[in-house]
């Protein structure tokens, strides 16, 4: 019995703040049910109509995202008025772009559309909530016809592998995926970079074991579960956006992106990892991630 009572503690320590979260994101979906039934809603997701619910929970997420990691959002002034495509870094889970977006739509009233992973939209229960807030499969025609609609669209090259496998160094996982460099280009778009400070010290995946990367290749499933949820200081830059080139190709533009690693477009990697010294401990320090809730320095 002693035994059995530690193993469910120690599960809990470990997975209480992530099951918590999935808990959130499930109960926000029954909000907006409950919303569609007591309104008879039946405009389109996207539509302003359902502007009041999303603002009411843009606000409860952003009350959990300043309380839990003392959250703030820089460069807001850097996005375009109209279309672009943001790039960020993946973390273990998603949890501080999800605050981004809420803080965007509190702060500008603005809706970006997210590009998920295909298993996202397998899950069970969470259509109604995918839709209001904007998530999409990301094929190439759905993106031109949001960017072309003056939208925001969000996409992390690295996905669920760089979610799962990378780490405290902060690697980039992309591979050869260029996809985005693409739209932007058919598009005439910018590319702006986003990264959050302490991503991966506020919540964790366990070290890389070949059967799992296997099994994930394989299956394309995210198998591993995340981990941690200590309530570190989470800080989302918005970096300088990387300007429509005609002349540019795609590959070169993904080389541009790449560069920044976490981003900002500055033009050398001295520069860059000069700001990554500035906004990152590398590999990344979760004591000195903790005590940063006290610094006040970036405010």
Known sequence: LIIA??????????FIVPLTIVFFIYLTNILLLMYQRNNEVKADPL?????????TIASCWDTYARI???YELHGVENLPEGPGILVYYHGAIPI??????????LWKKRLCLSVADHFVFRLPGLKLLLGVTGVIPGSREEC?????????VSISPGGVREALFSDESYQLMWGNRKGFAQIALEAKVPIIPMYTQNVREGYRMFKERRFFR??????RLPFTPPYGGLPVKFRTYIGKP?????????????????KGKLLFSF?????VQALISKHQTIPGNVWKALLERFDKRCK
């Open 214 to 219: 296997q099994l994930y290749e394989n299956t």
């Open 96 to 105: 501080d772009y999800l605050y981004f977006l809420s803080r965007l739509f």
């Open 267 to 271: 033009q050398t990697k001295t520069a």
């Open 68 to 70: 839990w990691h003392g």
């Open 144 to 152: 031109l016809i949001a960017l072309k609609n003056g939208y925001l």
């Open 47 to 55: 539509s302003d109509v359902w502007d009041s619910i999303r603002k």
């Open 242 to 258: 990387i300007p429509y080139d005609p002349n540019i190709t795609a590959e070169e533009l993904v080389e541009k992106v790449c």
């Open 5 to 14: 009572t530690l193993a469910i503690s120690a599960i809990l320590v470990f």
